[in-house]
């Protein structure tokens, strides 16, 4: 390359010049990656060999450098082969190319409305992790509308990082006006869920996220302000969402004097408060959603505000899905009694501290047209009275589903007792196993017994608990095949001793 002679650059060069700009600039580059050129082909291409010169860094994927970096180049001619062919071939060609391996930037600006076409699936769904990616994104869809255009979901999330706790200055406003077709809205963080309600509850007259049918707000516990309520009035412009999830300190109960909230489309609700002393704010939500379907209620504890809660639930007739999470300073609750208020409802899911121990409990899932039932970690059922709700006369007759979480199963490690060694076998004994700890009140032989009920029923029985009852059963197989297999051992060893006896006997005489 160093010997190149001065009619072979000429040659390479007027071969170079006939490519588009942009796939010059990526040539060279490379190049530049395995080899710096001491001298540039020509005087036509001196420009490049400066712009791409310790440019071996590749720029983020919504870093508008990039494009700055296209229009600097506009003053070179592009004459390639490739802009004269239909644009049917051209799409056929892109399509190919896409399905192998997707580029990262196009390769020309008279290509790049088909780059954005094919390049539609990776925009459509945007999901931030790193606070300069958030501010690169801003950046691209200002630079380039046709970007934000294309994206349907965005969600910023902590999960993998902490940069939630330094989100760069960007205009919340801005960008999510920059995101007109955008479906669903998942935003992690005080600064940002702030920033939102701020954007939500401004004077505006446009009509904001007006295609928007998911949102999601979560504001970590760390982060939480005890003297801030993040008002309800934020989320009145939406009244098109069918899902609604809040993770927030505590919302505000709004102005008595005005109309409430109203979301018709509204299907599946979530909410997990860090302050629970004030549901108002959440209880007028439900009771502005008339098509509600699923409730979920995370942090429950047994107070009144969330009695009234449920009730304003049970009202509206539709609830068929309700999942209730004890809060972990609550302790042990009992199912409230509202829940059987809930006449169609079909799914209930109880987790965390609930105790469903006792008769009245199991009469009041009898007067439900309960189809799935299921009891999460740190839960309490009663053994018995699930069997009794499974099968007999007392059998809830619409039950298809028990999923039980309500034990944590053991551990069996794996072992070949029929090839292993002593000292293996003996490391297992030790350290190979451990039992699942079944409560007094679900004990194994309730867990048999429910288990024949359920098959013998039509019903399904999942869950961990299912998972630890099958392990405490290979513990039991295993450990009978390394006491047999050690008993095989020893009586090895036995013979073994007998023989180099008698052989010194022989020896003797």
């Known amino acids: 390359m160093l010997n190149m002679t001065r009619a072979t650059r000429m040659k390479q060069s007027s071969k170079l010049l006939r490519l588009p700009a942009e796939l010059l600039a990526i040539v060279l580059r490379d190049a530049y990656e395995h080899e710096p050129l001491p001298v540039p082909l020509c005087r036509k291409l001196l420009s490049l060999r400066d712009l791409t010169k310790g440019t071996n860094k590749i720029d983020h994927p919504y870093s508008p450098p990039t494009y700055r970096r296209s229009l600097a180049l506009s003053g070179i001619p592009s004459t390639s082969p490739l802009l004269g062919l239909p644009i049917e071939l051209l799409e056929q060609i892109f399509s190919d190319v896409h399905e192998s391996a997707t580029p990262d930037l196009p390769l020309c600006r008279a290509l790049l409305p088909l780059f954005d076409v094919f390049s539609r699936p990776r925009h459509k769904r945007v999901k931030i992790r790193q606070s300069d990616a958030l501010f690169h994104f801003h950046q691209t869809v200002q630079w380039r509308p046709e970007v934000g255009e294309m994206c349907q979901s965005f969600t910023v999330t902590d999960k993998g990082g902490r940069f939630v706790d330094d989100v760069p200055p960007i205009d919340l406003r801005n960008l999510l006006t920059n995101l007109p077709n955008l479906v669903r809205l998942d935003l992690t963080g005080s600064t940002l869920v702030r920033a939102f309600f701020e954007y939500c509850t401004a004077r505006l007259q446009d009509d904001r996220l007006p295609t928007l049918r998911t949102l999601a707000l979560t504001v970590p516990t760390e982060q939480v302000d005890h003297s801030f309520p993040f008002p309800i009035e934020g989320l009145y412009p939406f009244h098109h969402l069918d899902t609604l999830a809040l993770a927030l300190p505590y919302l505000s109960?709004?102005?008595?004097?005005?109309?409430?909230?109203?979301?018709?489309?509204?299907?599946?609700?979530?909410?997990?408060?860090?302050?629970?002393?004030?549901?108002?704010?959440?209880?007028?939500?439900?009771?502005?959603?008339?098509?509600?379907?699923?409730?979920?209620?995370?942090?429950?504890?047994?107070?009144?505000?969330?009695?009234?809660?449920?009730?304003?639930?049970?009202?509206?007739?539709?609830?068929?899905?309700?999942?209730?999470?004890?809060?972990?300073?609550?302790?042990?609750?009992?199912?409230?009694?509202?829940?059987?208020?809930?006449?169609?409802?079909?799914?209930?899911?109880?987790?965390?501290?609930?105790?469903?121990?006792?008769?009245?409990?199991?009469?009041?899932?009898?007067?439900?047209?309960?189809?799935?039932?299921s009891f999460g970690p740190r839960t309490k059922p009663s053994g018995s009275r699930l069997v009794k709700l499974a099968t007999g006369p007392t059998k809830l007759p619409t039950l298809r589903f028990l999923h039980l979480d309500n034990i944590e199963p053991g551990y069996c490690h794996e072992i070949d007792f029929a090839s292993?060694?002593?000292?293996?076998?003996?490391?297992?004994?030790?350290?190979?196993?451990?039992?699942?700890?079944?409560?007094?009140?679900?004990?194994?032989?309730?867990?048999?017994?429910?288990?024949?009920?359920?098959?013998?029923?039509?019903?399904?029985?999942?869950?961990?608990?299912?998972?630890?009852?099958?392990?405490?059963?290979?513990?039991?197989?295993?450990?009978?095949?390394?006491?047999?297999?050690?008993?095989?051992?020893?009586?090895?060893?036995?013979?073994?001793?007998?023989?180099?006896?008698?052989?010194?006997?022989?020896?003797?005489?």
């Open 253 to 373: 109960r709004g102005n008595d004097s005005e109309p409430g909230p109203s979301f018709p489309s509204l299907r599946h609700l979530a909410f997990k408060f860090r302050i629970v002393h004030d549901l108002t704010g959440i209880t007028r939500i439900i009771e502005g959603s008339p098509a509600l379907r699923q409730l979920e209620v995370h942090d429950y504890s047994p107070q009144r505000n969330f009695r009234r809660l449920l009730e304003a639930a049970a009202r509206l007739g539709t609830v068929d899905d309700l999942t209730l999470e004890g809060a972990p300073y609550a302790g042990r609750w009992k199912v409230p009694t509202e829940v059987g208020s809930f006449t169609v409802l079909t799914k209930l899911s109880l987790s965390h501290g609930c105790s469903a121990r006792h008769a009245p409990t199991f009469t009041l899932f009898r007067r439900l047209p309960l189809e799935s039932l």
């Open 420 to 509: 292993a060694q002593k000292a293996e076998l003996k490391k297992w004994q030790d350290k190979g196993w451990g039992f699942a700890w079944f409560a007094c009140s679900f004990s194994p032989d309730h867990f048999w017994q429910l288990e024949t009920a359920a098959a013998s029923g039509g019903a399904g029985l999942t869950g961990r608990t299912v998972e630890a009852a099958e392990t405490n059963r290979r513990i039991w197989d295993v450990k009978s095949g390394v006491k047999r297999r050690l008993k095989e051992l020893k009586k090895v060893e036995r013979e073994v001793r007998c023989w180099r006896i008698r052989l010194r006997r022989c020896a003797c005489w």
